[in-house]
């Protein structure tokens, strides 16, 4: 008879940290250093130059989500967003919309970082650094789901930031570089049928 400690077993642990590592190698990801002032010119000419089915973009805050979006809308951008400022119901109806392909761009806080699969989202931009490894990864892991091609970018503009970025490549053995002039489409982008798309 053969006996196992399972005192010092944490099956958990060991499960979430290899499925994160599987998700994470499965992506693009680049991170971007730039100042507070400099994101919103940064994030708009990502969207202009980027190939995407649908992109969703995290922030830290209610505000920050309501005023990113606005902004969005005003430059004509196809963008809605999703906060816990707002009922269930009307985050439900919003969901709903950008599920079905009505918007392209999300703005969202991490409300939106567990638990949504929608399967053609191939970008998350992090607008803000989340606070922990942990919500990285939930965060990225809404691009590049059900074994379609995915890209992550992450704006970097404090110490705090850069510990964090540090902290998720260590904990998810994992080498984020800066991103480059040019970026390969074929590397995150797969075309997906896309109906009612609002412009």
Not at 86 to 92: A, C, D
Not at 144 to 161: E, N
Request: net charge negative; aromatic share 10%; proline share 3%.
């Amino acid at each position: 008879m053969i006996y196992c400690d399972i005192s010092s077993f944490q099956p958990m642990e060991i499960y979430v940290d290899d499925e994160a590592k599987l998700t994470l190698h499965g992506l693009v990801q680049h991170y971007i250093k730039l100042s507070e002032l400099e994101k919103n010119r940064k994030l708009n000419d990502l969207l202009d130059a980027l190939d995407f089915n649908q992109v969703v973009i995290f922030v830290k805050s209610v505000s920050r989500a309501a005023e990113l979006n606005k902004l969005l809308v005003e430059c004509n951008f196809p963008s809605i967003c999703i906060h816990s400022g707002m009922s269930q119901e009307e985050r439900l109806t919003r969901y709903k919309g950008f599920k079905e392909g009505h918007k392209r761009i999300l703005v969202a806080t991490d409300l939106v970082g567990r638990g949504i699969d929608i399967e053609r989202v191939n970008i998350v931009i992090n607008y803000d650094m989340p606070d922990s490894a942990d919500t990285y990864l939930h965060r990225v892991g809404r691009a590049g789901r059900f074994g379609t091609k995915g890209l992550a970018i992450t704006f970097v503009s404090s110490a705090s930031d850069s510990d964090v970025l540090n902290q998720v490549q260590e904990r998810f053995e994992v080498d984020i570089k800066e991103l480059p002039e040019q970026i390969d489409t074929s590397t995150y982008s797969m075309f997906l049928f896309m109906p009612s798309i609002c412009f």
